[in-house]
């Protein structure tokens, strides 16, 4: 902790003294030696301290003819850096400020105190040191065990692609492909070179090593993530453009986010590939290179399936070098922009709830009352154990990483089941159950489907997938009666959690759930999330002064039954009686996507096609209604009581949260698009 102050006031000091050297002449022709006494403070300071308090825990001192500022801190300076607003660092440059001005034979008058501490510190966000109260397992366990994190080099990411495409393609006969079979069926070979090209290196490599080592790495990486996320307010108020900082943000997580992805795809080949006994340990030469292949084949993958669900320009072209090149639309257009709306909202809503991370925590002692009572009873029909039983498995876990002061640890089926049992939290019977639930084990090999699962299940590129590290993050080395087990109660909540939420939030198809309890809870969870959607959109153009009906069949809007096809219902109609139009909006709580792949198969879902099997796609429903809504608009108007006028039916799409379709805007120009935030600012205006 003394470490990280020292750090804050070496990077104050680049914004004071210019500030010094400009305010006071002599301090420029000054060698000045900076001394902070840390004797009588003690680190582990618990207790806030305000600002006023932090007055009388520092002592400024200055020896003029060594040019010495000596500043002493007393108890409880460090509680100041547990207050919300920076007033530590305040006080401490403000400490420095004074010793300046002692230093000068200037007097150091309070209001020019004010002075220099407002224009050395701008604002009360900008700060470098962050006393956060431990939450997380992963604060604590980094008393022990802080992890480094690994990210992909350039070099090798440059070496993956050298050559590739002519691994698989003869020069002789081009180096283009153009249609969406060609183009598939060329990145599907070389997904396959390259697996053939990992799978060769792993069976060298000692798997008990990879796997611990990759876990460790993650670990790094998560918290790194998890520092960007929680100090951006900070970050963003010791600069003057925010923007800027943003983008860097975002790209240091999108850094991040590549590593984990890629180290958690390797831990999936690796259990079944790598050796179990012999085999090399594993060092950060032997990663990166894995770890760009692993890439290389999840955004190829992801290339395959957006060409062949008709989202993505299906030209693939060789580069004299071997590197493959795809049209960039896609990833322009979509990705790219999407992906920054994301994490640029995800960083708004973390620089928003920065004070929380100031303030105790209570456990829950149980999800009782938390969670609905019906879907509580689907979760435990579902798997076997209770919510709560889960999160017990969770803490005793978490609590043996603790007393093995290790993020990542290996222990054997009998002494899980011993520390669980004897746990207040759970027991070996739902122990016993989760171990089976939630663990990926080695199979004859990665590329083979095991029995129950689909292919979809281990493609490494798609989300969702039931033999993921994600849906099984426990890790069982081996077969029989004991095996050993790797544990990263980090992972394991990351996983329990997104599953939790996936279950909760109605996310799951009803196709992968077993119990009839869970299927009903998933089924009735959307509608009353549709619902609630369209009431939300309806109440916010009712308060913007709209008359407004929900849920309308076009039979009811025309009192006739339509001759061609069932035209379904408009989510919600407003209109102002002295206007001549009519909104129809419809509403789409889509669920949120992050892969290339969950883009194009949301994209081709809802962008306004037809689809091969000669359905309509959502977007293309509501669009030919739409159209023909605006030819029996007179009907329209007269049912609505506007009497008989040539009224127009504009047409809305409004969401419940950024989605790519509204990146494809420009492809609808008679179609108005925006996300329910976007729709209260454009109506209430």
């Given at each position: 902790?003394i470490?990280?102050?020292?750090d804050?006031?070496h990077?104050?000091?680049?914004?004071?003294?210019?500030v010094f050297?400009?305010?006071?002449h002599?301090?420029?022709?000054k060698?000045?030696?900076l001394?902070?006494?840390?004797?009588?403070?003690?680190?582990?300071q618990v207790e806030?301290?305000s600002k006023?308090v932090?007055?009388?825990?520092?002592?400024v001192?200055?020896?003029?003819?060594?040019?010495?500022?000596?500043?002493?801190?007393?108890?409880?300076?460090f509680g100041?850096?547990?207050n919300?607003?920076?007033?530590?660092?305040?006080?401490?440059m403000?400490?420095?400020a004074?010793?300046?001005?002692?230093?000068?034979?200037?007097?150091?008058?309070e209001e020019?105190?004010?002075?220099?501490e407002?224009?050395?510190?701008?604002?009360?966000?900008?700060r470098?040191v962050?006393?956060?109260?431990a939450?997380?397992?992963?604060?604590?366990?980094?008393?022990?065990?802080?992890?480094s994190?690994?990210?992909i080099?350039?070099?090798?990411?440059?070496?993956?692609?050298?050559?590739?495409?002519w691994?698989?393609?003869?020069?002789?006969?081009?180096d283009?492909?153009?249609?969406?079979?060609e183009s598939?069926?060329?990145?599907?070979?070389?997904i396959?070179?390259?697996?053939?090209?990992?799978r060769?290196?792993?069976?060298t490599?000692?798997r008990?090593?990879?796997?611990?080592?990759?876990?460790?790495?993650?670990?790094?990486?998560?918290?790194?993530?998890l520092q960007?996320?929680?100090?951006?307010?900070?970050?963003?108020?010791?600069?003057?453009?925010?923007?800027?900082?943003?983008?860097?943000?975002?790209?240091?997580?999108?850094?991040?986010?590549?590593s984990?992805?890629?180290?958690r795809?390797?831990i999936e080949m690796?259990?079944?590939?790598?050796?179990?006994?012999?085999?090399e340990?594993v060092g950060?030469?032997?990663?990166?290179p894995?770890m760009?292949?692993?890439?290389c084949?999840?955004?190829?993958?992801g290339?395959?399936?957006?060409?062949r669900?008709?989202?993505?320009?299906?030209?693939?072209?060789i580069a004299?070098n071997?590197d493959?090149?795809?049209?960039?639309?896609?990833?322009?257009?979509v990705i790219?922009?999407?992906?920054?709306?994301?994490?640029?909202?995800?960083l708004?809503?973390?620089s928003?709830r920065?004070?929380?991370?100031?303030?105790?925590?209570?456990?829950?002692?149980t999800v009782?009352?938390?969670?609905s009572?019906?879907?509580?009873?689907?979760?435990e029909?579902?798997?076997?154990?209770?919510?709560?039983?889960?999160?017990?498995?969770?803490?005793?876990?978490?609590?043996l990483?603790?007393e093995?002061?290790?993020?990542?640890f290996?222990?054997?089926k009998?002494?899980?089941?011993?520390?669980?049992?004897?746990?207040e939290?759970t027991?070996q019977?739902?122990?016993?159950?989760?171990?089976?639930?939630?663990?990926?084990?080695?199979?004859e090999?990665?590329d083979?489907t095991p029995k129950?699962f689909a292919?979809?299940?281990?493609?490494?590129w798609l989300f969702?997938?039931e033999l993921?590290?994600?849906?099984?993050?426990?890790i069982?080395?081996?077969?029989g009666?004991?095996?050993?087990?790797?544990?990263s109660p980090?992972?394991?909540?990351?996983?329990t959690?997104?599953?939790?939420?996936?279950?909760?939030?109605?996310?799951?198809?009803?196709s992968?759930?077993?119990?009839?309890?869970?299927?009903r809870?998933?089924?009735?969870e959307?509608?009353?999330?549709?619902?609630?959607?369209?009431k939300?959109?309806?109440?916010?153009m009712q308060?913007?002064?709209?008359e407004?009906?929900i849920?309308?069949t076009v039979t009811?809007?025309?009192n006739?039954?339509?001759?061609?096809r069932?035209?379904?219902?408009?989510d919600?109609?407003?209109?102002?009686?002295?206007?001549?139009?009519?909104?129809?909006?419809?509403?789409?709580d889509?669920?949120?996507?992050?892969?290339?792949?969950?883009?194009?198969?949301?994209?081709?879902h809802?962008?306004?096609?037809?689809?091969?099997?000669?359905d309509?796609?959502?977007?293309?429903?509501?669009?030919?209604?739409?159209i023909?809504?605006?030819?029996?608009?007179?009907?329209?108007?007269?049912?609505l009581?506007?009497?008989?006028?040539?009224i127009?039916?504009?047409n809305i799409?409004?969401?419940?949260?950024p989605?790519?379709?509204?990146?494809?805007?420009?492809?609808?120009?008679d179609?108005?698009?925006?996300?329910?935030?976007?729709?209260?600012?454009?109506?209430g205006?």
């Open positions: 902790m470490l990280k102050v020292w804050a006031v990077n104050w000091l680049g914004r004071a003294v210019p050297e400009r305010r006071l002599d301090f420029a022709n060698v000045v030696q001394v902070l006494d840390f004797g009588d403070a003690k680190p582990e806030s301290a006023q932090l007055h009388s825990s520092i002592t001192s200055v020896k003029q003819e060594d040019g010495i500022i000596h500043i002493k801190f007393h108890d409880p300076f100041g850096f547990q919300p607003q920076n007033v530590a660092e305040r006080m401490l403000r400490a420095v004074r010793g300046a001005l002692q230093l000068t034979d200037e007097t150091p008058y020019l105190l004010d002075m220099f407002n224009e050395i510190v701008p604002n009360d966000d900008a470098y962050h006393m956060f109260g939450v997380r397992f992963r604060d604590y366990i980094n008393y022990y065990d802080r992890q994190s690994i990210y080099d350039g070099a090798d990411e440059a070496l993956s692609k050298l050559g590739l495409g691994l698989v393609q003869s020069r002789n006969n081009g283009r492909f153009t249609t969406s079979e598939t069926r060329f990145l599907n070979n070389i396959e070179l390259i697996w053939k090209r990992m060769t290196r792993l069976h490599l000692n008990v090593h990879l796997i611990e080592q990759a876990l460790r790495y993650i670990e790094g990486v998560e918290n790194e993530k960007w996320q929680r100090t951006i307010r900070a970050v963003i108020a010791l600069h003057d453009n925010s923007e800027s900082v943003k983008k860097v943000a975002i790209e240091q997580l999108a850094r991040g986010n590549a984990s992805i890629a180290l795809l390797l690796a259990i079944s590939e790598c050796p179990l006994d012999g085999g340990h950060v030469l032997d990663l990166t894995l760009s292949d692993m890439l084949i999840f955004n190829f993958g290339w395959s399936d957006a060409i669900k008709g989202v993505m320009e299906p030209e693939i072209k004299p071997g493959i090149l795809s049209h960039t639309g896609f990833r322009d257009e790219d922009p999407f992906g920054q709306q994301f994490e640029s909202a995800r708004d809503h973390e928003a920065y004070d929380k991370h100031f303030k105790s925590f209570q456990a829950v002692p009782q009352g938390i969670f009572d019906n879907f509580l009873v689907a979760f029909a579902e798997f076997g154990l209770s919510v709560d039983s889960l999160r017990g498995i969770r803490d005793a876990l978490e609590n990483a603790i093995k002061r290790s993020c990542v290996i222990a054997r009998d002494e899980i089941l011993a520390y669980c049992g004897n746990s939290f027991t019977d739902d122990t016993v159950i989760f171990l089976e639930r939630f663990s990926l084990w080695p199979r090999a990665w083979k129950g292919h979809r299940d281990w493609y490494p969702g997938r993921s590290l994600v849906a099984r993050p426990v069982r080395l081996e077969d009666n004991n095996p050993r087990y790797i544990i980090g992972l394991i909540s990351d996983g959690t997104h599953m939790l939420a996936q279950y909760y939030e109605a996310e799951i198809a009803t992968k759930c077993q119990s009839l309890e869970m299927k809870w998933i089924d009735d959307k509608s009353r999330q549709s619902h609630e959607f369209v939300k959109v309806a109440d916010i308060s913007a002064g709209y407004i009906r849920e309308i009811e809007l025309l006739e039954k339509t001759a061609d069932n035209y379904g219902d408009v919600v109609l407003a209109w102002k009686p002295e206007q001549n139009e009519i909104l129809a909006i419809e509403c789409k889509l669920k949120l996507t992050k892969t290339p792949n969950e883009i194009a198969e949301q994209l081709n809802f962008s306004g096609q037809i689809l091969p099997n000669g309509r796609d959502e977007l293309r429903k509501h669009l030919d209604r739409c023909f809504l605006n030819k029996k608009n007179q009907r329209v108007a007269k049912t009581g506007m009497g008989d006028r040539n127009c039916v504009r799409v409004c969401f419940s949260k989605t790519p379709t509204q990146y494809m805007a420009s492809r609808f120009p179609v108005k698009f925006f996300t329910i935030d976007e729709l209260y600012q454009v109506v205006d």
